[in-house]
């Protein structure tokens, strides 16, 4: 579904991302790990839009998106869910939902009752403003207005971030279960344990490279993701 060859990118003078290239197949889970400052925001960045690749190509379905502006994209069915959720804090849950459905022409109701029927608690919450809700309340809805706009592909940066541990295992839970629906998925993520374990393919990146690659069990079990990323 997505091919991604010999991406460069940077922050003005500085550059982040250096030939990075990988695929995430429809209908699979594909995790990008590293540390801090790797480069795998950088990378849904690009893909998204919200940065323009220096060189390099990004294909969607064999279709060039590198350089089409991010609500382009968004109507391709690339839907990026940021790290730090991204909220309208002083907007109702509903109205939050509803963003992710701007532009778009089909059932507005039908999406919300898909949106609701994964996460019964957004649908309790909807009449309240999203910057009271808890984190792992305002992960749900972030997720879920991403889901408002049909994504053929969700990319999820740090979902489990800065959450209860009980709470992170409901949002990987979640994952699998919108995976199972028919969403290709493409998930930032430094639980990596929990990511290795969700993924069919997982890409590990340094300074900017992919270093390593593997199917996630197959990663899960190396020896020197699990003394780098693992602590064991």
Known sequence: ????????????????????????????????????????????K???GLLRPQAGSILLEGERID???????????????????????????????????????????????????????????????????????????????????EPKLLMLDEPSLGLAPLMVEDVFRVIKDINTSGVTILLVEQNTEHALALANRAYVLEAGRVVLSGGGQELLANSDVRKAYLGL
């Not at 460069?8 to 995790?31: C, D, M, N, R």
């Not at 109507?75 to 959720?85: A, K, L, N, T």
């Not at 009449?127 to 997720?143: D, K, R, Y």
């Open 1 to 44: 579904m997505l091919t991604i060859e010999h991406l460069q990118a940077s922050y003005g003078k500085v550059q982040t991302l250096w030939e990075i290239g990988f695929e995430v197949p429809k209908g699979w889970i594909v995790a990008l790990i590293g540390a801090n400052g790797a480069g795998k925001t950088t990378t849904l």
């Open 46 to 48: 690009a893909v998204s």
């Open 67 to 149: 350089g089409r502006s991010p609500p382009e994209i968004v109507r391709r069915g690339v839907v990026h869910v940021p790290e730090g959720r991204g909220l309208f804090s002083d907007m109702t849950v509903l109205e939050n939902l509803l963003m992710g459905a701007y532009g778009s022409t089909s059932s507005r109701r039908a999406r919300l009752e898909k949106v609701f029927e994964i996460f019964p608690r957004v649908k309790e919450r909807r009449p309240q403003l999203a910057g009271t809700l808890s984190g792992g309340e305002q992960q749900m809805v972030a997720i879920g207005r991403g889901l408002m706009a």
